[in-house]
């Protein structure tokens, strides 16, 4: 689908163009989301620009991603859709700067355009030009990575209440009967997948914030003529940028934190059970060493023949097997 801005009278008009038909007046932004072949020729036709298709989007090598052809200027950076869901994807977003008309090519569909869209309507100003409609976008796309930045720590501070306030046994000093159990390590296998997601989405945020720097950068570099507001806005927008790369690497440090902790209440736990078995055997080994003294078939063995015997056996294998208990209880191992 191929929607048209345009800025007539101080206002925003919105249309959705077919491949057949002409560009209005005033374009200044032509949104093209997941276009067919036919709608990119259609639009390379009529915009006299040459469109990347969708594999050579893909293709686009991080260093090549950055170029001016024929005065349009092509600049592709990866962004974040779906941020909030439990899928999120990351895909290529390509902004072609012609002399007249800002064309964004894109098979994704992050908020961020959506949202600078609805700004039009509030804002018309905002795409009076092809430039500022670059910068309006690129100012919101920033601002859009830093809500997926709150989602991400708030996911975080979940995980980190899930693994610490629930895996670990909470000190009280309480009976213990009011002490926090430990989860079942089917528990902790859901938070390490949490974690996990959460660490990906971080490192998607991460590589889209390093493709708007880049962007932003370069937009400074090849527009000379841009004007103090807009010279004043990427400013701000760069700073914003280094600050939310520097907000994106302490969740990374954050996921990197909580997969440690999760791995070892995983071990603890696996411990414990470990340690329970370890008791029962070590608790069952006086009775098995006694039943098998007495079932060894030796002639000369007094108790086989005593009347009270095969009670005295059973008591001394139910002592044996007591004793070790109360002693472990004592020392705090159960």
């Known amino acids: 689908m191929i929607t048209a801005y345009c800025y007539r009278s101080g206002a925003i008009h919105r249309r959705v163009i077919g491949p057949g038909d002409p560009l209005p007046e005033g374009c200044t932004w032509i949104d093209a989301l997941k276009p067919t072949e036919e709608e990119r020729t259609a639009l390379t036709g009529a915009l006299n620009v040459d469109l990347p298709s969708f594999e050579d989007m893909m293709e686009i090598e991080a260093s090549s991603r950055l170029y001016t052809e024929e005065s349009c200027s092509y600049m592709t950076a990866p962004v974040v859709a779906n941020a909030e869901t439990s899928a999120p994807e990351a895909n290529a977003l390509t902004l072609v700067l012609t002399p007249t008309t800002l064309v964004t090519l894109r098979y994704i569909e992050p908020k961020s355009i959506g949202i600078f869209a609805e700004r039009l309507n509030r804002n018309p100003h905002l795409a009076a030009t ?36 629930r895996a670990w046994p909470q000190e009280t000093r309480g009976p213990a009967t009011e002490r926090k159990r430990p989860p079942a390590e089917r ?21 889209s914030l390093a493709g708007l720097g880049r962007v932003v950068a370069y937009v400074n570099a090849v527009k000379p003529s841009l004007s103090n507001d807009q010279k004043r806005t990427l400013k701000t927008v760069l700073r914003d940028i280094q600050s939310l790369t520097e907000h994106a690497d302490f969740q990374a440090q954050r996921v990197s934190f909580l997969l440690d902790a999760t791995l070892g209440a995983i071990n603890i736990e696996q411990n414990n059970i470990v340690k329970t078995f370890s008791v029962v055997a070590v608790a069952f080994m006086p009775p098995t060493l006694i039943a098998s003294i007495y079932g060894m078939n030796f002639e000369v063995m007094p108790e086989l023949s005593w009347p009270f015997g095969y009670p005295m056996a059973l008591a001394l294998m139910v002592m044996s097997g007591i004793l070790p208990l109360l002693y472990f209880k004592r020392r705090g191992w159960l």
């Open 187 to 207: 528990d902790l296998q859901e938070v390490l997948r949490g974690i996990g997601k959460a660490g990906d989405l971080a490192g998607k945020v991460r590589d």
């Open 130 to 165: 092809n430039v500022a409609a670059l910068v309006g976008l690129l100012d919101t796309m920033v601002d859009r990575t830093a809500d997926v930045l709150e989602v991400i720590a708030s996911r975080l501070e979940r995980l980190s209440t899930d693994v610490f306030d």
